[in-house]
C-alpha cells in the first residue's frame, strides 16, 4: 500500500489511533511496520550501545587484574585478600552512583545528552587506571568507570525503547546485553596478551567513538516533546523511521501519550497502581538479577576458576565463557520479538538454577586437594593416566559457570533491562529508571564486597548454592509479576498498567 493510500485514514487530532476498530488499528500498525526503513534507528542504537561496551569492558576489567596486581613488585600496587575485594566490588558502588545521578540528568540533558556525559568520567577513569602509581588511584579509576557504568546503564536502554518501535524493539533492546558481553569478551580476550596498564588504555577507544557518533544522532522524539519542541521531535521521528514513510500516526500516539503525562509526579500519584506497579517490577527484576550472583561470578571469574582447577588456564576459561555468553545474548536478541519475554526468563532462571546448584553441590562433595591432584595429573604424559575418566571430573565447574552464563544472557540478563524501559510510565521514565540502576548496583556491590570474605569464611560452595535459591525466587517472580510486552506499542503497555485490561496486551 503507498503511503497516499494510506492518509486519508489517518486523523490528525491527539487521540487519533483510539477511533479506529481494534482490527483495523492492527491492520495499519502491521503495515506501518512493514512500510520502514530502520538503518538509521539501527545507527543510532549502534551509537548508543557503545557505551554499554565500555560498561562491559570495565566491569570486569579485575578478572585478569587481580592474580597480575597480587604479585605486582611494588608495594603501593599490591593487592591483598582486604584490597582485592575493595577493587572488585567499588566498581559497583559507583555505578550506584551513576544510577542517582541519572534521576535527574535524564529529564534535565535528555537521554542521549545524558549517554555522552557519561564519557567524562569514563576517559578519567580509564586515564586514572593506566597511569595508577597508588591503590587509591586504582579505586579512584574503578570508581569513575563504574559512575559512567552506572549513568549509561539507567539512559540507554529508555535511549532505545523510546526511539525504537514494536518491530524490533526486543531485537534492539537486547543491544545493550549484547554489547556489554562483547565488551567483556574483548576484556578477557586483550588480558592474553596486554598488560593490565593497556587495557585501560583500550578501553579508551569505544568511549571516544561513542561520543563521535553521538553527535550525529537525534535525541529521542518522546524526551523532545515532553519539552515541548515538537518541530524537532517530528523531525527526529522523521530521521529514524524515514521520510517516506506515513510516521504521522505513530507521531500523534506519542504526542497523545506524552500530553496525558505532562505533569511531574507527585507524592499522592505514587499511590497509583499505574506508577507503583512498574516501579516495584522494575525494581524487583533489578534486585533479583543481580542477587543471582552473576556479578560476582564476573568480577571474580578467574580466582574462582583458579579455586576450582579446572584443566585450563583460567585466563583461557574466562574468555571461553565470555564467547558463550555473547551467543546466549545474541540467541536472545533474536527470539525476544518470537517467542516473548516471559518463556526466555522462564529457561534463563530454570538454566540458573541447575549451573548453580551443580557448581554448589560439586565444591561441596568434590575436595580442593583432589581437584588440585587432578588438574595437576592432566599435565602428565597420556600413558600414566589410570584408564579411568576422572581427568574429565574438572571440566564441571568451567560446563557449569558457562551454562549459568548462557541461561544469564538468553533472559535475566537483556530482557530486565528491556523491561524496565518498556514498562516503566513515561512521567516516571527518568527517575524510576535511575531507581532501579541505583537498587541494582547497591546490590551487587554489597554481594562482590562479601563474596571474597564468605568464600574465605564458609567456602566457595555457599554463595552457589544461595544464587541457586535465588533464581528459584526468579521463576516465581515471573510467574506471578512479570507481564508479557512482546509486540506491544509504549503506548499500548501503559494502558495496561491505567486500566489494568490485559487485553491491551493481547
Not at 492492527?26 to 565500555?54: I, Q, T
Not at 578467574?302 to 564467547?323: E, H, M, N, R
Not at 554448589?360 to 579411568?388: D, K, Q
Request: aromatic letters at 10%; proline letters at 6%.
Amino acid at each position: 500500500m503507498e503511503r497516499g493510500d494510506r492518509e486519508p485514514l489517518v486523523r490528525k487530532n491527539s487521540s487519533s489511533y483510539r477511533t479506529f476498530p481494534e482490527d483495523t488499528a492492527r491492520r495499519l500498525d502491521k503495515e506501518y511496520l512493514r512500510s520502514l526503513h530502520n538503518k538509521r534507528l539501527y545507527l543510532a542504537v549502534f551509537a548508543a550501545v557503545l557505551g554499554n561496551f565500555s560498561f562491559g569492558f570495565a566491569l570486569v576489567y579485575p578478572s585478569p587484574v587481580i592474580p597480575a596486581l597480587e604479585a605486582h613488585p611494588s608495594p603501593a600496587l599490591r593487592l591483598d585478600q582486604h584490597t582485592a575485594p575493595w577493587f572488585g566490588s567499588v566498581f559497583t558502588l559507583g555505578a550506584a552512583a551513576g544510577g542517582l545521578s541519572t534521576m535527574l540528568l535524564n529529564d534535565c540533558l535528555g537521554r542521549k545528552l545524558s549517554i555522552m556525559f557519561s564519557a567524562l568520567p569514563s576517559a578519567l577513569g580509564y586515564a586514572l587506571l593506566a597511569g595508577a602509581q597508588g591503590l587509591w588511584m586504582l579505586l579512584l579509576g574503578r570508581v569513575l568507570t563504574g559512575y559512567a557504568g552506572g549513568v549509561t546503564s539507567a539512559s540507554i536502554p529508555v535511549y532505545i525503547s523510546e526511539i525504537s518501535h514494536p518491530g524490533v524493539r526486543g531485537m534492539l533492546g537486547a543491544c545493550p546485553q549484547i554489547m556489554a558481553v562483547l565488551g567483556s569478551l574483548v576484556l578477557y580476550a586483550l588480558g592474553l596478551v596486554l598488560d593490565w596498564r593497556w587495557l585501560a588504555v583500550a578501553g579508551e577507544v569505544p568511549v571516544l567513538a561513542m561520543v563521535f557518533l553521538l553527535c550525529f544522532m537525534p535525541n529521542s522524539p518522546r524526551f523532545l516533546l515532553s519539552q515541548g519542541r515538537e518541530e524537532e521531535a517530528l523531525g527526529s521521528l522523521c530521521w529514524l523511521r524515514g521520510e517516506d514513510t506515513d510516521y504521522s500516526r505513530e507521531y500523534e500516539q506519542i504526542k497523545d501519550s506524552v500530553r496525558k503525562q505532562s505533569r511531574r509526579v507527585s507524592c499522592a500519584e505514587l499511590k497509583d497502581p499505574f506508577l507503583y506497579k512498574p516501579i516495584l517490577i522494575a525494581g524487583g527484576m533489578r534486585f533479583l538479577q543481580q542477587l543471582s550472583g552473576v556479578t560476582c561470578i564476573l568480577v571474580y571469574l578467574q580466582p574462582i576458576f583458579k579455586k576450582t582447577s579446572v584443566i585450563l588456564k583460567p585466563q583461557y576459561d574466562a574468555a571461553l565463557v565470555g564467547l558463550v555468553r555473547l551467543s546466549a545474548v545474541a540467541i536472545a536478541a533474536v527470539s525476544m520479538d518470537k517467542a516473548g519475554r516471559k518463556i526466555l526468563l522462564f529457561v534463563s532462571a530454570g538454566v540458573m538454577l541447575v549451573s548453580n546448584l551443580t557448581m554448589g553441590l560439586y565444591i561441596h562433595f568434590v575436595p580442593a586437594s583432589h581437584n588440585c591432584t587432578v588438574a595437576n595429573r592432566t599435565l602428565l604424559s597420556s600413558a600414566n593416566l589410570p584408564a579411568e575418566p576422572t581427568n574429565y571430573i574438572t571440566l564441571i565447574p568451567l560446563l557449569a559457570t558457562m551454562f549459568f552464563i548462557m541461561g544469564y544472557a538468553m533472559g535475566w540478563g537483556p530482557i530486565t533491562w528491556l523491561l524496565m524501559s518498556e514498562i516503566l510510565p513515561l512521567k516516571a521514565r527518568g527517575v524510576a529508571s535511575g531507581l532501579c540502576v541505583v537498587v541494582s548496583w547497591l546490590t551487587a556491590f554489597t554481594l562482590t564486597q562479601f563474596f571474597l570474605p564468605v568464600v574465605n569464611a564458609f567456602g566457595l560452595e555457599v554463595p552457589f548454592l544461595f544464587f541457586a535459591v535465588i533464581s528459584a525466587g526468579n521463576i516465581l517472580f515471573t510467574g506471578c509479576c512479570v507481564p508479557e510486552t512482546k509486540g506491544r506499542s509504549l503506548e499500548q503497555i501503559e494502558a495496561f498498567f491505567r486500566t489494568g485490561r490485559r487485553s491491551f496486551l493481547r
